[in-house]
Structures are given as C-alpha cells and as structure tokens.
C-alpha cells in the first residue's frame, strides 16, 4: 500500500512538472517599461538568410545598410518547423553587416566587412495588443552606426510595421528572402537540411 501511493505521488509530481514545462515558453527577450533591453547571444539562435541591399545600389545609403544576418529565437524555430507559423512570444534579430570588400580569391563580389547595426522584431499579444499582427519594430543601431544603444522603444506602426505588412510573404516576415524559414516551414525533422536531394530550383 505504502509502496503504491509513493509511487503515484511520484507519478503525480513528474505530471504536474511536465505540465508546468508545456506551459512556461522560454521567452528570448525582456522588455522594462516599454523598452528592450538589447538582446544578447542571438548568433548562436538559428540563421535563416541573408538579404543584401548594398549602399552602392542604393545611391550611396541603403536604409539597412548593408548585409541582414537574420535569426529567429530557437523555441520558435522548432515552432515553425513543427506548425509552419510563428509562435506569439517569437523575437527575430536583424544584424547588419558592412560590405568589407568586393574582391576575394573566388571572385568579384560583396564579402562582409563589420557589425553596424542591430534591428529586431517581436510578435507578442501580450505586449503589442494593438499592433497589427501584434509585431513591433526595434533599432539598436546609432545614427553613425559605431555603437548600439542600451535599450530601444518600438516604432511608431506606420514606420515599419505597415510596410512589412504590405510586402511580407508571410505573417509580416519576409520568408521570400529566408531559404531557411521557406524550405522548413511545417518541415519536421527535414527543417535541419540535408536530408533531401532536391534543391529547391525549378531548371
Ligand atoms: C519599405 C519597407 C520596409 C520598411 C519601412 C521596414 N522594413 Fe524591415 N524589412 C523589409 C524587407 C524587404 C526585409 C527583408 C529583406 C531585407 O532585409 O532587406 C525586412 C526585414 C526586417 C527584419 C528581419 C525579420 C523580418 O521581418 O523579415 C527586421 C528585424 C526588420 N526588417 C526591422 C525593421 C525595422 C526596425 C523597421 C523600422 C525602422 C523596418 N524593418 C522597416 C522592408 C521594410
């Protein structure tokens, strides 16, 4: 008898656990009277792309100069690649890097330089109710791009929010520009890479 109610106030105990497990999402961000505090250890999330809008295509100043590494928090990677959506609580960081130079051993071309910049974007009902999509938008970055700041406050809708909203492929990210994110959506275990032999060209 005492054997039995031992082992189901053991049982009992790993349930409650594991239900407060499911419950509690790891949250990759913390924000403090309105203001993020600058993320940190984000290059060790998951890379999804890399878009490149050059200064020198941009008549010499492109508004996000100039490599976007871009990442998602690992929790809302493994979201993704499970549901194909991103989950309320999911952070994605936006790091920008110069064009170091255009001429290596493999050729004419962009090779990256060094951090200038850091923008972010979180998706959270709780804190953003009233954004459309519940996304706001953060810059880290200093207008002469040497230094990031501390902590940063959302934008106004109208300055980013709205044009992510208009030209985003999906749920205000622009997976078109993220082979990570476009080929793993919904993936499985296959998100990971390299278990498939098709590549994802149509010739
Ligand atoms: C005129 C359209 C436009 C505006 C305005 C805009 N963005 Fe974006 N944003 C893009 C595009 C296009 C991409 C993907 C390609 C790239 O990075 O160049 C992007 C990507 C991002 C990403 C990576 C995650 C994602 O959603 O794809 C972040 C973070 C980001 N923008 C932050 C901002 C911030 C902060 C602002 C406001 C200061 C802003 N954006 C305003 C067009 C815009």
Excluded at 35 to 57: K, S, Y
Excluded at 133 to 152: I, M, Q, R, V
């Amino acid at each position: 008898m005492l054997r039995i109610s031992r082992l189901t106030a053991i049982a009992a105990a790993m349930g409650a656990s594991l239900i407060a497990f499911d419950a509690v999402a790891e949250t990759y961000f913390e924000i403090t009277d309105g203001e993020l505090t600058r993320p940190t250890g984000f290059r060790e999330w998951v890379f999804v792309g890399t878009p490149l809008t050059p200064n020198d295509m941009n008549n010499g100043k492109a508004p996000f100069p100039e490599f976007h590494a871009v990442y998602i928090d690992p929790e809302s990677w493994d979201h993704w690649k499970e549901t194909g959506e991103f989950r309320d609580g999911a952070i994605m960081i936006k790091e920008l890097i110069s064009v170091g130079s255009k001429q290596a051993a493999s050729g004419n071309g962009y090779f990256m330089g060094e951090y200038i910049g850091l923008e972010a974007t979180i998706k959270s009902s709780e804190h953003f109710p009233d954004e459309p999509g519940n996304w706001a938008y953060y810059s880290f970055s200093t207008p002469d791009h040497s230094s990031l700041k501390e902590t940063a406050a959302a934008f106004p809708t109208a300055a980013c929010n709205a044009c992510h909203a208009a030209a985003a492929a999906d749920d205000f990210v622009f997976t078109q520009y993220y082979p990570v994110l476009t080929a793993g959506k919904g993936a499985g275990d296959d998100a990971g890479g390299g278990t498939q032999s098709q590549l994802g060209n149509d010739g």
